[in-house]
Structures are given as C-alpha cells and as structure tokens.
C-alpha cells in the first residue's frame, strides 16, 4: 500500500516538473505540445523565377499555390535561382526549424517565406531567358540533398538564349520537330539531368509585351515541348494551370529587355492556303448565261472539290468568277459574279462555307490574251480563261 502511495507520488512530480519545465523553458518536446510539427526537412527544392521584360510579374504574397508549395517544403532548403540570359543562384535559405514552441515555430515559418518569395521577386541581371540552363543549374543545386527532389518553375517558359532559343530555332512553329530537336541536344549533351526529380511549373505561357501573347493552340505545343524536354532529362513535370493574380503598376522595377519571338513562332500557322480553278471544261456554262451545261458533271466536280477543301483544314473560301475578253467591262463582271454565285452555292451544300463571291470578268488574274492581233476571238485561249478560282485564305 505504501509503495503503490511512493509510486503516485513520484509521477505526479515527475508530471508536475514536466510542466513547469515546459512552460520556463520551453523545449520542443512533444510533451509540451503534441499539435505542433518538428519542421523536420521534406527535402531541398530549388526555385526557378525572375522578373524579365517577356513575362507577367506575379503577386506572390497572394498566390496561394505558391505559399503552399514553399510550405510544402518548408525544413528543408531553398535554392532561388534566377533564369536570366546567365542564369544564377540568387539565395540559398536553410528553413530548418530553430524555435523552441508552436508560436515561434509560426512566426519562424512565416520569416522563412517571406525571405523565399522576396528573393522569387529579384530582378533579372541579364537579358533574356535561357531556361534549360536554369534547369540545369536547379537540378545541380539538389544534387547533394536529401529526401524529395523538387524544382518549383514560376516562368512563361518563354526561352530566348541557349540551345532552347524559340526565335532561332523554331521549335514552337506548328511543325517543327520537336523531338529530332531534343534528341540532337542529347547527343550534344546539353540536357540537364533531371534523374528523380519533379518540377512543378506555375505560370506557363504567362507573357507580357513587348512579347505577343500566345493563344490556347501556342500555350498546348508549349507545355507539350517543356514536358517532351523534361521527360527526355528523365524528369518528371506537372503544370499548375491555375491563373495568378499579377502585380501592376508604373513604379515597379525596371528589368532588362527580352527579345520578342515572333508571334508567327507561336500562332497556328498560317493559315491553310488553297487555290482550286474549275476551268470550262470542268465545270462550263452555256454561252453568255451562269446556266451550267451539264449539272450532273458539274456537280460531280464540284464535290470533289469540297472534299479536297474540307481535308485541307480549310474552314472558308472565296469564289471568283472569271471570263473571256469577249463583251463589255460590265458584262464580263455581271456574268462572272453570277456564275461564282452558282459554284458557291454548290459549295456550301457540300459543307463548305463561302465568305465572299467575286466577278472579275477578264480582269482575273493569269488571264491569257485570247484574241488575234486584229481582235479576232481564239475559242481555245478564251475556253481557258472562262473558269471559276476557289482561293484561301
């Protein structure tokens, strides 16, 4: 009865000193505060951002997808790393958990992100952006950590210096083959090495002028080339899509120029040119009418000819009618209106839709003479020239 009392005794002391020594000193054990976390690392990450003349500027103090990927890792360090024309280490933050309870651990927590994002917000030293080797140089910098490797990417993606130079190699035009390109940077040896690594990229295709901006098709072959790269760097990469509040207004800080890509680097092409002519002896009329000789061999052709603009990736046309020189200026542009009218027509009942019906009589381009010296007719040249040109764009 009396030890079982001395044992009670002992741990309510031990109870009561662990109390006191947690409220006068403070000690980050866990049975002072079992709710806070140690801020053991998660593993070193590098962050890739600058503020450059070709991209929008961020507010990262609002962006809750950057304060939660920076927490995410927080315990571990930080490599900020700046992708200028000579990318650099701007800061290394060591995030290792110094304070001794829950609230200085938040306060801590806080300075640690704040130290983070203020230098994601330096200024770029140099133009434009080489962003392969910022890659290079980020992964560099993880190569000794431990635990999760990590690249946070806040960038347009835009690249204008390095083997990754948009301007000079073309790499974002609708057919350019991306994937000889990469393959012909391997053999250089100028992929990074991403081996275990995973970059999440914020702000992709986020421009700003001088740069033009880049449209849906420009922002997919972006992010399909960067994700082609990274894959080949035997990388990892995911795309947070979600749009950025961005920081305006005329005091901010002057940054150096990047040289604009072409906005022709990023748009969908030209657009798919075509020119179909139905001569007379396609499709032909009667003399001196728009009534076709023969509906059936005219139609006939004219939905081959629909079908040859409708694989072409064509969405619209133009039809312009042409004549011989034989009549008036004002008839040969009456009659050939109205012959177009009548090949348009067929047109959009085979799928084909018609902007503008043009008659330029004679005055057509490519028109032969069709006429003697004496102004004779040359039935032959003026079969030739009664025809009906389907054109895009």
């Known amino acids: 009865m009396r030890n079982s009392h001395m044992r009670r005794m002992r741990q309510y002391i031990i109870t009561v000193l662990s109390i006191v020594v947690c409220s006068v000193v403070g000690l980050t054990l866990s049975a002072c505060d079992d709710s806070a976390n140690s801020g053991a690392s998660s593993g070193s990450v590098a962050i890739i951002a600058s503020n450059r003349s070709n991209q929008q500027r961020f507010d990262l103090l609002s962006s809750e997808q950057i304060t939660s990927a920076i927490d995410d890792h927080m315990g571990g360090t930080f490599y900020i790393i700046s992708a200028d024309g000579v990318p650099r280490l701007v800061a290394s933050i060591d995030s290792t958990s110094k304070a001794r309870n829950s609230n200085a651990r938040k306060k801590e927590r806080r300075t640690y992100e704040v130290s983070v994002l203020a230098a994601m917000l330096t200024p770029a030293e140099k133009p434009e952006s080489d962003m392969l080797s910022a890659l290079s140089l980020a992964a560099s910098s993880l190569a000794h950590g431990s635990g999760d490797r990590t690249i946070l990417v806040v960038d347009s993606g835009v690249s204008t210096a390095g083997a990754m130079a948009f301007q000079n ?158 009549g008036t200026v004002e008839h040969r542009q009456d009659l050939s209106e109205r012959r177009a009218e009548v090949v348009a027509g067929l047109l959009e009942n085979n799928g084909v839709k018609v902007t503008s019906i043009t008659g330029l009589g004679y005055e057509c381009p490519h028109q032969v003479v069709d006429t003697n010296a004496d102004g004779t007719p040359i039935e032959e040249l003026m079969a030739v020239n009664r025809r009906v040109i389907i054109q895009a764009p």
């Not at 798919?272 to 000789?293: C, I, K, N």
């Open 169 to 326: 190699t073309g790499l974002l035009e609708p057919h350019a083959d991306v994937d000889a390109m990469i393959e012909r940077m391997r053999s250089a040896g100028t992929l990074p090495d991403l081996t275990g690594v995973t970059v999440r990229w914020f702000g992709l295709g986020s421009v700003e002028e001088p740069q033009p901006l880049l449209d849906t098709a420009a922002k997919n072959r972006l992010k399909s080339l960067w994700t082609k790269l990274i894959a080949a760097a035997n990388g990892e990469v995911v795309f947070d899509d979600a749009p950025m509040m961005k920081v305006t207004g005329d005091d901010l800080p002057a940054v150096p120029e990047v040289t604009p890509v072409p906005v022709g680097a990023f748009e969908l092409g030209a657009a798919p040119s075509l020119e179909v002519s139905l001569p007379d002896t396609e499709v032909g009329f009667e003399a001196d009418v728009d009534v076709l000789r023969n509906e059936e061999v005219a139609k006939s052709r004219i939905q081959e000819a629909a079908a040859q603009i409708r694989s072409s990736g064509v969405s619209e046309v133009r039809v312009t009618g042409c004549t011989s020189s034989w």
